[in-house]
Structure formats: structure tokens, C-alpha cells
């Protein structure tokens, strides 16, 4: 899982790395590995990307190198890949025309295509990432025109082939030098793209005319902080050009095959104040917590307990679960409250590389107010149950604050099985409902009992709305027809049934990446040994 953003700016004079770094910064929680920018000025790339946070990576004095009026940025997520910094994003090739991507997703057909650029296209690939992978693809297809210059058709059918030949998650955002920004999404919408307008008044001596910017990101939020009010979701299958001059132009590259977002945007990855494919974040973890307070009223009145008088309080696990937490409190008639203090200075445990590092993580993470627990009975909410590393020290952590009994629920299923869409859970043999019952899991983290959210509830919880009326008069993003509606979602952690259909090759070549990856970790070398350098464009990040 990771963030990505592309802004073009009307004006032409102005430079965009600013409002670049803005917007990424609204979207680190979407990656915390890596940052980084390409901006493009008279035809020329200028780039600053490296491994960190994107305020360390894309400092002051670095950004002033990044002059021009368009450009794109991306935060990484950590996948089963490396963590090189030569694999921090965007990626570039300079052949043809000079193209640089950032890529949110993962494909599981990336062994056929790497062997397809090697044995017959002949392009080199530097690194283990499926981005430069797709990114490679792009460019050869791009290639077979052998033009002095494309034009948005000849870009439109390039990506055909791009459809044609990946398969998996994808949501891109392109530049290509000196024409301007692509953005295009898989034909299942399993990774979130949204386009956005911003119109500003230019005026010069004598004249006064509306000047419109365009920005493309993974979450609504961005566009909505930078006064891209009137924005709309990419849809399964399209693609849009934003050129530095004219408006932007959409294309349906191929059919959707389905309309169906990963669940766990809304579950866990996004931000509360976002709104994906037509679905408010944040209603939706509300949601959660009523269906989640049925179950648990369901459970304990099947085994003859009164909820009231078995529970004293409820209290999240900070800070996802909270909307969750607070509306089951209100639907069950018990108080909520903050147990846990986060520490916000700590990333998310589960993306650390290591068993021991999140459990040392969470006890910097968190920090249980012994007042809130101590002879009491509590209700922990929490948004997932994913290895169990994590839950099992929140459930250390309140006993010794002196609570009474612990009980943990989940706002999501079981996750049984590997997700293979971009976020990396762990190892289907490393999830702690793996081949577990309800009981076992409960037994394993050592709380008294542990309530998981069905699959349909969950389901039910993410609904499309009635947009909101549009606050500008402009139309050049609005729909030409009413968008389809979300026919499902991706529930593979839960199912192990994938929307791409069965990938199993794709499994088991995860699992010899993963192995691969820790032999390297634990030797500290390794014959395939990871370049710390990207060695394509001036990097202002290594300097």
C-alpha cells in the first residue's frame, strides 16, 4: 500500500514541489519507507527520493532543486520486496520520451512480465520492484509508435497493452516529459484514484480569466485540504491525460471487470476524513461499531451473560479503531474511554520488519493509563487481528494496568490468508487466525474472549452515498453518465478467494521472496545483493 499524488498547475511559471510535499504529507500514514518527487520543467525530470519519512527525505534545502509547474510524488509501503533505497519511488526511464511513475499496488503476474522485458523486449530492470516492472511496460508499448512525439491517442493505446499485459492492483500516476501527467487504474478498482479540479482567478494588467489546476491522489483528503473541491474517483479501467495546457481527457481503456475496492482501505488504511469510491471512511468505522456491538450483545446472550452488567468500559486501540470503539460504546449503553496514550512519533507496528521490533513498538507506541483499568472489566476494539504480536502485548499492557478481564474485539474478520494486493500483512503461517478458531486466538494473545466482525457485516458497513453537490460550475471531470455502482470488494485476507482469480503461482513465489529476503536480512549480505542507489536521474535525496 502506498500514497501517490500528481499535480498539474495552470500556471506555468509556478513551481509545484511545495504543494507536492504538502500533499504527501497527508498521505504518510499511506507509507512510511520512502518519499519522493519528480517535477518537470522545459522537458527536463528533476528528482529528490530516498528512504524515510517525507518530511527527512524532502528537506528545505533539497526542494529547491525541483523547479516546474507539473509533477509526481510518492510515500512507500514496505511490501515483500526490498527496501532499498533504489526502490524508493517514482521510478524513470529515459526511453521513450523520458516517463517517470508512481505506482500504488502490486502485481502477481510479475515474473512472466519480467521475463517478457528481458527475452523479448530486451529493457533492462534494475531492481525487484513490480513498479519498475509495469513502469517498463508502459514504455515499450509506448515505444512501437516510433514517434518524435505522442499525442494522448497514441498514450491511450499504449496503455492497452498495459492492461493486456499486467494483472493485479495498480493505481499509477505517470508524467511524461514535458506533456504532462497520466492516471490510470486497474480494471477490478482495487487501489484507490481520485481526480480533482481547482479553479483560481489569474489576473494580469487589462485581463482576468479562470485558470484551472488538476491534482490526482490516492485519498480525497488532499484534494479537498488544496482547494480541489471539485474532484471524482478514477473509475475500474480508466485512464485520464492531463496535459500542461488543456483540460484533461478521460478514456475507458478496457471494461471494468468488476468494481471492487480492497475492504481494507476502510477498514484500517484510510483516513477517516476521505471519502473512496463514494464511501465516507469514517461513517463506515462507525458503522462497524454498531454491527460489532450486535455481535458481541449476540455472544454474551448466547452464553446467558448480560452485556452491562459483564463490561465496565470500552476503550480503542488508538488511533484507527476509534470511531469503531465510541459508537459500539453508545449502541451497547456502556462508557467509552481512552485507555491507551499513543505516542504519534512511532510508525505503525506491523509494518516493522520484525517480530521483536513491533513488540518493543508497542510499548513505545502505547501507554496504559492505569485509572481507566484497574478493577475493571474492559472491552478492547481494535480495527484488525493480523499477527498477533501486537494485540497480545496490548492485552499484557492492560492486565498490568489491573484490569479484571479482557475482552478484544475485531473490526474485520479473521484474516486467514496473504493479501497480494499491496499491503503486506505477513505469511498466511504467520497470521494468528491462521488454522485458529476464535478460542485459540483468544488464548494465544491471553485475552478472556475475542469477537471478530462477520464478513457480511463488514460488507454491509461500506456504502456508497449520494454525492455532494459540486462546489465550482466547472464540468471538465464530471462524469458523461452516471458511474457504476461498486458490485463488491476485495476479501481475499478473509477468504482467500481473490478477485483476480486463483493465485497460487503468485503464492508461492511470495513466500520464496519473503525467504529469500530474511536469509539477506539475518546474513546481513546475500548473492542478489539490493543497490542502495538509484542510478537513473540526479538524485538530490543522496545528497
Known amino acids: 500500500m502506498c500514497g501517490i499524488l500528481g499535480i498539474v498547475l495552470a500556471d506555468q511559471s ?45 528537506t528545505e534545502q533539497r526542494m529547491k532543486g525541483l523547479v516546474g509547474n507539473m509533477g509526481i510524488a510518492q510515500l512507500r509501503y514496505p511490501t515483500a520486496g526490498s527496501s532499498a533505497m533504489s526502490e524508493a519511488q517514482p521510478f524513470y526511464v529515459n526511453s521513450p520520451y523520458g516517463i517517470a511513475l508512481s505506482h500504488n499496488g502490486n502485481l502477481v503476474n510479475g515474473r512472466n512480465l519480467r521475463q517478457k522485458l528481458d527475452d523479448v523486449l530486451h529493457r533492462h530492470i ?8 509495469l513502469l517498463n511496460i508502459f514504455a515499450a508499448e509506448l515505444a512501437q509508435y516510433d514517434k518524435k512525439r505522442v499525442n494522448s491517442e497514441d498514450i491511450f493505446k499504449a496503455l492497452v497493452g498495459v492492461y493486456r499485459e499486467c494483472r493485479g492492483a495498480y493505481a499509477c500516476v505517470s508524467m511524461l516529459a514535458g506533456y504532462g501527467i497520466i492516471g490510470f487504474r486497474d480494471p477490478h478498482g482495487i487501489r484507490p484514484l ?49 496535459t500542461k495546457r488543456g483540460p484533461p481527457e478521460f478514456c475507458q481503456i478496457v471494461p471494468a471487470k468488476a468494481y471492487t475496492p480492497d475492504i481494507f482501505e476502510y477498514v484500517y488504511f484510510a483516513r477517516p476524513d476521505s471519502i473512496m469510491d463514494g464511501i ?20 454474551f446472550t448466547s452464553q446467558s451473560l448480560n452485556v452491562a452488567r459483564e463490561i465496565d468500559v470500552v476503550i480503542p486501540v488508538p488511533d484507527t479503531s476509534r470511531p469503531s470503539a465510541l459508537e459500539c ?23 516493522m520488519p ?33 499477527r498477533g504480536t501486537t494485540s497480545k502485548e496490548i492485552v499484557n499492557m492492560a492486565r498490568e494496568a489491573g484490569a479484571n478481564k479482557v475482552y478484544f474485539a475485531s473490526c474485520s474478520p479473521v484474516i486467514r490468508y496473504n493479501h497480494i494486493y499491496g499491503i503486506d500483512l505477513a505469511d498466511s503461517r504467520a497470521l494468528v487466525g491462521f488454522g485458529r478458531s476464535e478460542r485459540e486466538v483468544s488464548d494465544l494473545i491471553g485475552a478472556d474472549d475475542v469477537i471478530y466482525q462477520s464478513l457480511d457485516d463488514l460488507k454491509s458497513c461500506c456504502v456508497q452515498e449520494p454525492e455532494l ?37 503468485y503464492l508461492k513465489e511470495l513466500e520464496q ?8 536480512r539475518i546474513n546481513g549480505c546475500g548473492i542478489d545483493v539490493k543497490a542502495e542507489t538509484d542510478i537513473s536521474l540526479f538524485n538530490r535525496g543522496e545528497s
Open 14 to 58: 509556478e513551481d509545484v514541489a511545495a504543494e507536492l510535499l504538502d500533499g504527501a504529507m497527508f498521505l504518510q500514514h499511506r507509507g512510511q519507507d520512502a518519499a519522493g518527487i519528480v517535477t518537470c520543467a522545459g522537458g527536463r525530470f528533476y528528482q529528490c527520493k530516498g528512504n524515510g519519512m517525507a518530511k527527512d527525505v524532502l
Open 126 to 133: 534494475n531492481t525487484d520492484s513490480d513498479s519498475e516492472l
Open 469 to 505: 453537490p459540486s462546489e465550482l460550475p466547472s464540468t471538465r471531470i464530471a462524469f458523461t453518465q452516471p458511474p457504476p455502482k461498486i458490485n463488491g470488494f476485495e476479501v481475499g485476507v478473509f477468504t482467500g478467494v481473490y478477485v483476480t482469480g486463483e493465485e497460487d503461482h
Open 280 to 299: 465516507s471512511v469514517y461513517r463506515s468505522r462507525l458503522a462497524m461499531g454498531r454491527k460489532l456491538a450486535q455481535k458481541i450483545t449476540s455472544r
Open 354 to 386: 520484525n517480530q521483536k521490533e513491533r513488540t518493543s513498538s508497542v510499548r513505545r507506541k502505547l501507554n496504559a493509563m492505569s485509572s481507566e483499568f484497574a478493577g475493571r472489566n474492559v472491552l478492547l476494539i481494535d480495527d484488525s487481528i493480523v
Open 513 to 520: 521472496v519473503r525467504a529469500k529476503n530474511e536469509r539477506s
Open 194 to 242: 481520485v481526480v480533482g479540479e481547482r479553479v483560481r482567478v489569474s489576473q494580469t494588467p487589462g485581463d482576468t480569466h479562470l485558470q484551472c489546476d488538476y491534482m490526482l491522489a490516492s485519498e480525497s483528503v488532499v484534494l479537498k485540504a488544496h482547494g480541489f473541491h471539485n474532484f471524482r474517483d478514477i473509475l475500474p479501467g480508466e485512464a485520464v491525460i492531463i
Open 329 to 351: 460504546a453508545v449502541t451497547l449503553g456502556i462508557p467509552f474511554r481512552e485507555g491507551f496514550v499513543k505516542n504519534r512519533y512511532v510508525g505503525r507496528t506491523f509494518i
